[in-house]
């Protein structure tokens, strides 16, 4: 299992991506290899201020549908539309190609209560 050092996670199996107050968001490469193929992935919020831990939007495989969490309160500002075309960028590329959202962070302080790789994956053994 992949799991990048500079990233942060969270218990729902979203990595997050932090510059300034940009937060780029998706879900793990552990995340994707349990959910199987992806088929769609859904978004519907960009534009949106959205609370901690609110769905922000869905993400369909094979086997089933999964709703995904926003793991910081703020503004989705961006979705990454080639997903649309390849949902299978998330299943390859989780952590590149594959990222779900772009957001504006409202809240610094949230960004402490991730997980760190070390302890994202302790979660998942």
């Known amino acids: 299992m992949n799991t990048p050092e500079n990233?942060?996670?969270?218990k729902d199996h979203e990595w997050?991506?932090?510059?300034?107050?940009?937060?780029?968001?998706g879900i793990t490469d552990f995340a994707q290899g349990e959910l199987g193929?992806?088929?769609?992935?859904?978004?519907?919020?960009?534009?949106?201020?959205l609370d901690k831990d609110e769905v922000f939007g869905t993400v369909e495989a094979v086997k089933t549908v999964?709703?995904?969490?926003l793991p910081l309160s703020g503004e989705i500002t961006e979705f990454n539309e080639a997903l649309e075309d390849?949902?299978?960028?998330?299943?390859?590329?989780?952590?590149?190609?594959?990222?779900?959202?772009?957001?504006?962070?409202?809240?610094?302080?949230?960004?402490?209560?991730?997980?760190?790789?070390?302890a994202y994956k302790a979660h998942t053994e």
């Not at 990233?7 to 969270?10: F, G």
């Not at 991506?17 to 780029?24: P, Q, S, V």
């Open 7 to 10: 990233l942060k996670y969270t």
């Open 16 to 25: 997050i991506k932090i510059d300034g107050d940009t937060a780029t968001i």
């Open 37 to 49: 193929d992806i088929v769609y992935v859904e978004v519907e919020t960009v534009g949106e201020t």
């Open 66 to 69: 999964s709703d995904l969490y």
């Open 86 to 118: 390849e949902p299978e960028m998330v299943n390859e590329e989780p952590y590149e190609k594959g990222w779900m959202v772009k957001m504006k962070i409202a809240n610094q302080d949230e960004v402490k209560d991730l997980m760190d790789a070390e």
